[in-house]
């Protein structure tokens, strides 16, 4: 199924959304503007260069009226899994974390292209209008931020992102199973002691390996080695940051 052909079909995405695509992207504004304000910035042109081409490439895959893509990096680590800071409106923000516990370039793509499925498919807002936090696709941990009531639409918007992630890595010429191999790498496996926003490690997985296998086979991109490169430029950046 193609990236549009998901947007149209899935149903978790069609409801209640009081914000217009205008007001989406003030609220986006807003909170990237705080996100910036609380967070220490990675200095590093080649890094940031790096990121937005590799966005570009997936960003190609979506369907046409998506959102301007704005990519940021944090020069903190990051959640445990280093998980991707995603605002309306297309403000990413990627902690430096990843670029180092991430194996490949692939595996970074992964999580790139698992944090715009979010944007792409508008989950922020629907949120907000159920009484949810906006920001409800930042890397969030704490499940006393959320009303317990949001949690399942939460794991289906997680679910439903990882799904979008690996048709547009597919697309943009990534090898998808990366990213459930990164997954599989970081997430503690069994269940939480508390609820939490994400499904389990289990769920995320069989979810991954199901969509990856429906994907039609084809060759992927073994990548330029590149991210090598970026990854101790960013090290070297972050460490910098820390004294």
């Known amino acids: 199924m193609s990236l549009a052909g998901a947007a149209q079909d899935r149903p978790i995405g069609k409801g209640v959304n009081l914000y217009s695509k205008e007001k989406e992207a003030a609220l986006g504004a807003h909170l990237a503007e705080e996100a ?54 297309g403000y990413i923000f990627v902690p430096a974390g990843l670029f180092l516990a991430a194996g490949s370039e692939a595996e970074f793509a992964g999580m790139l292209a698992h944090a715009m499925a979010h944007t792409a498919a508008r989950h922020g807002t629907p949120m907000a209008t159920r009484g949810g936090p906006a920001n409800v696709y930042f890397p969030v941990h704490n499940a006393t931020a959320v009303p317990l009531g949001l949690l399942p639409l939460m794991h289906a918007f997680e679910r439903e992102a990882d799904r979008i992630a690996v048709q547009s890595m597919a697309a943009a010429g990534y090898d998808p199973a990366a990213l459930w191999r990164y997954l599989d790498r970081t997430l503690i496996a069994g269940s939480p002691k508390f609820p939490s926003p994400f499904p389990s490690r289990e ?41």
């Open 36 to 89: 910036r304000n609380n967070n220490k910035m990675l200095d590093s042109v080649a890094a940031r260069e790096y990121v937005e081409r590799i966005g570009r490439r997936l960003a190609a895959q979506q369907p046409e009226g998506g959102p301007a893509y704005t990519f940021e990096i944090f020069a903190g680590s990051g959640s445990p899994e280093r998980e991707v800071t995603v605002l309306p409106g």
């Open 203 to 243: 769920t995320r997985i069989a979810d991954l390996q199901q969509a990856i296998a429906e994907l039609p086979p084809r060759e992927y991109s073994s990548g330029t080695g590149e991210f090598e490169r970026i990854r101790e430029e960013v090290r070297s950046r972050a460490e910098a940051a820390r004294r």
